[in-house]
């Protein structure tokens, strides 16, 4: 029976989400050189007609059609066949599928938005405009059917991942990881200045992605239901807790705290929170968001340190987010909290830390081959990935799109 309270609670809930693709195209253009700042913007935003489309005619399909050996859905589903305003037997029996169906969709249009931060200023357009496809079909479709849809094969074996801890930020940081060996490092790394042209646009851009979190991680519940609620307190409490630990180990670390920071440690801390959100405690929320403030900016030291030019930090946030939020649900969960789910290690059960680590393993392998194979694919049809040296030395603004963000 279709809830007028949760149909309008998801709706909006899927309007927030939305708003975190922009808020994710300011976040990563401010951290920037001027000179690429359209290009970046460019690299999210398009991303919601190209997936819109692709979840339309076979995404929806792929991931929440019936199930096909646990691997994949059928396309059932095609151009939307069937999926009408009636509720769904399997997904969410008190909103209309066309509801859930849309709501599914931003989620796939964010993920490979994300990986857009590692490949950040070399890569051309039309290389990037196919992999991303190719990405969201072969890597993101399967993913989320194994871990959400019915019958899916991870799912079956009892991995949890309340709004994306493994389908969203562990693909895509592992997509990143890929992207980023077979891409090279950008011209001059080491050698030139790579400060970023616009931190207020960069925390424009947080704020947006935290306020569009409350629905990505509260509307997982499909309900406006208590679930929701605790979903949504305890992303509020891990994003604060992620952006406290951060400031106070870079304060210690070089003396003195930095808005990036700030920026960085509060992603981190909503991003880690993301598979656990709706399984754990308050305070269980604190402490993820803690620890994933602490080893987010630990990661992201080591890449400095090492030379390694993931541009925008993915995978040190997200995808080290999405591997230290998939274990971490498998410690704190709690079916005090959320019937549905699980008992962690820390209520008597150490099998389920088990299931999670398996999850993380599976999904982080999968999501890090398949993206090197098409990125070597998309490299032979287009004859190269990156833009050539001059127009990197340009600025994609103008070597890509003939425009300039600031006319100075």
């Known amino acids: 029976m279709i809830s007028g309270a949760d ?22 253009a401010g951290m920037v050189r001027g000179k690429n700042v359209l290009g970046t913007i460019l690299q999210s935003f398009i991303m919601i007609s190209v997936i819109s489309i692709e979840w339309v005619y076979i995404g929806y399909s792929m991931a929440f059609g019936p199930d096909v050996a646990g691997f994949v859905g059928d396309l059932s589903f095609f151009a939307l066949n069937g999926v009408t305003s009636a509720p769904s037997s399997e997904y969410a029996t008190t909103i209309p599928q066309t509801v859930f169906m849309i709501y599914q969709c931003m989620f796939a249009i964010i993920t490979p938005a994300l990986i857009t931060g590692a490949i950040a200023e070399r890569m051309r357009f039309g290389p990037f405009l196919i992999f991303s496809l190719a990405w969201a079909i072969v890597v993101y479709n399967p993913v989320c059917h194994w871990v959400w849809g019915s019958g899916g094969w991870l799912g079956a074996r009892g991995v949890l991942d309340f709004a994306g801890g493994l389908v969203v930020h562990l693909t895509s940081g592992m997509a990143a990881l890929a992207a980023v060996i077979v891409l090279g490092p950008r011209k001059g790394l080491g050698r030139e200045s790579f400060i970023p042209h616009s931190l207020p646009m960069t925390l424009l851009g947080t704020g947006l992605l935290w306020f569009g979190w409350f629905g990505f991680n509260g509307g997982s519940a499909l309900a406006a239901d208590g679930i929701a609620a605790g979903a949504f307190v305890a992303t509020h409490l891990a994003g604060m807790a992620g952006m406290a630990m951060w400031t106070l180990v870079e304060w210690i670390h070089y003396k003195r705290p930095t808005t990036l920071g700030a920026a960085s440690g ?28 602490f080893c987010c900016y630990t990661a992201v030291s080591f890449k400095n340190k090492i030379g390694f030019d993931d541009s925008l930090d993915v995978v040190g946030i997200h995808g080290v987010g999405g591997i230290i939020g998939t274990i971490c649900l498998g410690i ?45 694919i998309t490299d032979i049809i287009c004859r190269g990935l990156r833009v050539k040296e001059e127009d990197e030395i340009l600025g994609l603004d103008q070597s890509s799109h003939s425009e300039t963000a600031y006319n100075m």
């Open 7 to 28: 149909t309008a609670f998801i709706l909006i809930s899927a309007a927030l989400v939305l708003l975190m693709t922009p808020g994710l195209a300011l976040f990563y």
């Open 266 to 293: 509060a992603i981190a801390g909503l991003a880690t929170v993301t598979p656990a959100a709706g399984f754990i405690t308050p305070n269980a929320a604190i402490i993820i968001g803690l620890i994933a403030g």
């Open 332 to 376: 704190f969960a709690s079916k005090a909290v959320n019937s549905g789910g699980a008992d962690g290690l820390l209520a008597g059960n150490a099998a389920f830390l088990g299931t999670q680590i398996f999850g993380v393993a599976v999904v982080g392998a999968y999501a890090f081959i398949a993206s090197i194979i098409l990125l070597k």
